[in-house]
């Protein structure tokens, strides 16, 4: 079995135009870096079309003008299914990344494969740094040494979250956690259940 500096990880955050799907928010920005045992492989993102109005007023900063043109999420959101293929997937704050990527797939008639996994970094800073105050991305990374560019961007924002994960993985390891089982025993998230869009044709990645 791979030890967990072997396996590979993809990066993930998206950037949306607020809190829930539910209430009609989507994706503006995603982006993924692909990681294994310390090297960055290949690097994915791209602005979404949410074909609806965005607030005047945004933690991110993207603005109507720089979606413009963007395409929509059925274009997009098979492409980072594709980029994650068979790695396990991390994020931070995950339930709310893999609510909106399971949400945005099943309009389009698809789903995330059971088979996998996701990782939450929260999760892990609270298991291995439960002194910290917050577990913020930009505070966590500071606490880290890791310098922090004040930024919401999908990108920049994935970027940052490759180096603490890769301290997180360090630190797995002084805990006695040296397989994927293990990290996604303590560490994982569930993906949410969405009904399939019955106009478009389901499918399983």
Request: glycine fraction near 6%.
């Amino acid at each position: 079995m791979l030890g967990i500096l072997d396996i590979e990880y993809v990066l993930l955050d998206v950037e949306t135009t607020g809190l829930s799907p539910l209430d009609g928010d989507r994706i503006i920005e995603v982006a993924a870096v692909r990681l294994r045992r310390g090297e960055i492989l290949d690097r994915f993102s791209s602005f979404v079309d949410p074909c609806r109005p965005l607030a005047a007023q945004n933690i991110h900063g993207i603005t109507s003008e720089m979606i413009a043109g963007a395409p929509k999420a059925d274009e997009v959101l098979p492409k980072v299914v594709a980029f994650i293929g068979g790695a396990c997937v991390v994020a931070h704050n995950a339930s709310f990344d893999i609510k909106f990527l399971c949400h945005e797939l099943s309009l389009i008639g698809r789903r995330m494969s059971d088979q996998t996994p996701v990782l939450d970094t929260i999760k892990m800073s609270k298991a291995f740094l439960p002194y910290l105050s917050t577990h913020r991305l930009g505070s966590l990374a500071g606490s880290l040494g890791i310098p922090v560019r004040e930024s919401h961007r999908a990108l920049a924002d994935t970027e940052v979250l490759t180096q603490v994960f890769q301290r997180m993985l360090l630190m797995a390891s002084d805990h006695n956690i040296h397989t994927l089982p293990q990290l996604v025993d303590q560490f994982s998230v569930e993906k949410p259940s969405f009904r399939l869009n019955v106009s478009s044709q389901p499918s399983l990645f």
